[in-house]
């Protein structure tokens, strides 16, 4: 396994040494630098530190392990592939992500998932153990959202607004959650046995990762959120 010690390496300067370096590496000491993997295909990637902003960006079939927070727009536009995160995140994760997996132990910023999507078979997954900041799933369009609220301490499992301008995807939330309030265009009920099966193998895979009991996950309710309509918003584009 290659090494690439980013402790007095620029952005640009990380990242050309990790699109010479061998299929397995380590970038050790990082600090904050931008665009680690941006694009990438075909390696596996460990980071010691902290990463910047746009981790993973228009990742192509990577695979992605910090053992440490990271900043904002992880997984930008990804395509294909897997992050995990040791820790927390900023804002924006997952923007317009159309493939691939964010998992992430810890919490989320604002706007994760901001207008994820689906694309022809890829089903873009993200996990979020802790909580999630306001305006989660924002302009969703598809794929699935998970956000388990694990050691919340108290906290609500997401913030304001969540799934606004929703219209497509899907979003589970760990609790019953009651005491949040969803935009009328989306639909919100307790997920049943046939739900559960859909997220079921994501759920298996995540608790592998972080070495989480699926079990202890599957014993509390979990709430789905849905679209009520493919397209609530087609009156304020498109002309009657």
Excluded: W
């Excluded at 990438?40 to 228009?58: C, Q």
């Excluded at 079939?61 to 990271?70: G, L, S």
């Excluded at 639909?187 to 592998?208: K, Q």
């Amino acid at each position: 396994m290659q090494v690439i010690n980013a402790a007095n390496l620029d952005y640009e300067a990380v990242n050309k040494a990790l699109r010479e370096a061998d299929r397995e590496c380590t970038i050790e000491c990082c600090h904050g630098q931008r665009f680690i993997a941006a694009g990438m295909s075909d390696k596996n990637v460990t980071i010691n530190g902290i990463p910047g902003n746009a981790l993973g960006a228009y990742l192509n079939n990577a695979h992605i392990t910090v053992k440490a927070n990271a900043q904002d727009a992880v997984g930008d536009t990804m395509n294909e592939g897997k992050i995990l995160i040791h820790g927390s995140i900023g804002d924006a994760a997952g923007y317009a992500m159309r493939g691939g997996k964010i998992y992430v132990q810890g919490n989320a910023g604002y706007r994760a998932g901001i207008h994820m999507k689906a694309y022809k078979e890829k089903i873009p997954v993200m996990i979020i153990g802790g909580c999630a900041g306001s305006f989660l799933g924002e302009y969703q369009a598809g794929g699935i959202i998970i956000v388990l609220g694990l050691d919340k301490d108290g906290k609500r499992i997401v913030g304001n607004f969540p799934c606004t301008g929703m219209h497509g995807g899907k979003m589970f939330l760990r609790g019953n959650c009651e005491e949040i309030r969803f935009p009328k265009q989306v639909t919100v009920r307790c997920a049943g046995p046939r739900d559960l099966t859909e997220i079921h193998e994501y759920l298996s895979e995540y608790c592998d990762n972080f070495g989480y009991s699926l079990d202890e996950l599957l014993s509390a309710p979990f709430t789905v959120i849905t679209p009520d309509s493919k397209n609530p918003y087609k009156q304020m584009y498109v002309a009657n």
